[in-house]
């Protein structure tokens, strides 16, 4: 279902020039209608077993070993210059990026939000000069921008306006999502909790593994003031 | 994006079936915590779609929670750790 909603469909609706071939045009239109029909069968079932991907523990590691060396990389690279300076809200934020990049890198590409993630990045690094770089990033790139610049919903049919703002409020919240119709938002959100739910499974691991390494390490102060008791 | 307009046109005038949204909501009523536990069949669509936004906002929350105890933990920690967090992840 996903699949004929994001990919264009080829469907011969109105072929002016087949007045010449016209079995082979009738064929061909069957054939191409069952193709669709068995694509969309093959779909379902994937929608099936995507709405499990998120829950396999393969897909967690990917997710894990993806985050650890985004970190690693952006505390190399600013190890030098900042230091730890910006140990809790700064950092926080960064890695909170660094996990959403990966959790929609795992997505492989095939739900919009992960998407709206991954083109979001580059989008605001490149038009988002100056004005609050942090702030902006962080708020634009998770989806959850307070601005009310939300469209005038001009779906009819599909409700009770009450619903309808309910949705709207629904489609902020998943990035990539502001001006979908109803059933697309569905969709993603439905992908979209899994992903998460995936994504704080494998952070929480993360942090009990560092947390558990940290102390058996060489003596280092893990014991910072703003540090809250790990409550695992 | 004109190809998304194109397709909300699409979807407004036809093509999208009650029973579609009907299935979908129940797909998403699965996944909520507070309705699965209830055990009930009568909820109402705006009350998934309330519960949703709620559980939605709470997983980032909780997204945001975890990411500074990673933040503070690396920045405490060695690289050489994290790399062989990595190496136990890996295999």
Redesign the interface.
Known sequence: ?SSS?IS?NPIPTSSPATAGGGDRSREAKTRRRKKKAQAQAQAQSKGRSQ?SKWKSHAQQ?IF??SL??A??QS??GAGGGGG?GG??GG??????EA?DRALAASAKGRSRWSRAILAGRIRISKFRKRKRPAAAVAAAA?G?SRKPRVSVS???????P??QR??R??GR??PGCR??????I??E??D???A??M??RA??E??R???G??ST?AG???D?P???PPSQ | MSSRRSRSRQSGSSGISDDQIIDLVSKLQQLLPEIRNRRSDKVSAAKVLQETCSYIRSLHREVDDLSERLSELLANSDSDQAAVIRNLLMQ
């Open positions: 279902m909603l264009p709405s590691q894990s070993s650890l060396q970190l690693a505390r190399r730890g140990g809790g950092g926080g934020r960064a890695v909170r996990a998770a959850r001009r779906l009819r049919g599909k409700g009770m009450a619903v309910k949705v409020v629904l919240l998943v001006k979908e119709p109803l059933p697309v569905l969709e959100a439905t979209y909790i899994e998460l739910e994504q704080v952070m929480s993360l942090a593994l560092l947390s390494v940290a390490g280092t102060s893990s910072s703003a540090a809250p």
